[in-house]
């Protein structure tokens, strides 16, 4: 009933609270937010009016590091498969889909190597993504590029991800997503693009979710979620 719904500004007033619980519960909210907002446009369900406004609401609040482990895990989720049956309820005669977790399809990396980003930057970054590579079981190509490919590197589960920058010209986000498109021999799960967003973006969305992850609060992408670092 009406009666029972309590907002969110009677818990943030609620005067005991402490400023610091009070936080913390305003970061739980605003990451629950950003949460479903990343859910929500990788399905295609969310306008371009309500990504501004919740943009405007959480971006500068949203960890980049819980922003990217949300989207890494939308587009690698286990899933439930009857093809594996849970062998706990068989003998009971019932036949119950079991949660399986196989070896996810890679992650494509793109790094911008046009001089934005440092190797500070880039030793952050690569420390987060040996997280999330090894927590979801997912190989990660990584293809550094200016107004070209420079370098590609390829690292599979229990490797370690050092990346390093490779070049120093111009920005284009052109050829990583054409490698994507002739790359046949690896189906890939999402594209991960760390970059300053200063560059010529392709005319045409890929066939998979895209992460911009960017210091650049500024440049929005044409297509994808951005996430600021």
């Not at 939308?74 to 036949?95: G, Q, V």
């Not at 070049?167 to 690896?186: Q, W």
Request: glycine share 6%; charged share 30%; hydrophobic share 35%.
């Amino acid at each position: 009933t009406p009666n029972d719904y309590i907002s969110i500004g009677d818990i943030l007033d609620n005067p005991n609270l402490t400023d610091e619980e009070k936080e913390i519960v305003e970061r739980e909210i605003k990451k629950m937010v950003n949460e479903a907002k990343v859910a929500s446009k990788m399905a295609g369900k969310l306008s371009d009016k309500m990504d501004r406004l919740i943009s405007d609401l959480t971006v500068s609040k949203i960890d980049w590091k819980e922003a990217i482990h949300t989207f890494v895990s939308e587009a690698t989720r286990d899933d439930y498969s009857f093809k594996r049956p849970n062998l706990r309820y068989i003998s009971s005669n019932f036949y119950i889909p079991m949660l399986y977790s196989e070896k996810m399809k890679p992650i494509l990396l793109g790094i911008d190597t046009s001089g934005s980003i440092d190797d500070k930057m880039l030793s952050i970054f690569g420390g987060h993504l040996q997280a999330i590579q090894e927590q979801r079981n997912v190989d990660i190509n990584v293809v550094y590029i200016d107004s070209d490919i420079n370098k590609v590197e390829y690292f599979e589960v229990g490797d370690d991800i050092k990346l390093s920058a490779v070049g120093g010209g111009g920005t284009d986000f052109r050829p990583l997503f054409d490698y994507y498109n002739d790359d046949t021999e690896n189906d890939y799960s999402c594209i991960i693009y760390l970059t300053d967003m200063e560059g010529t973006f392709p005319e045409k969305e890929p066939d998979i979710p895209v992460l911009w992850v960017t210091d650049n609060e500024k440049i929005e992408a044409p297509f994808g979620t951005k996430v600021v670092f």
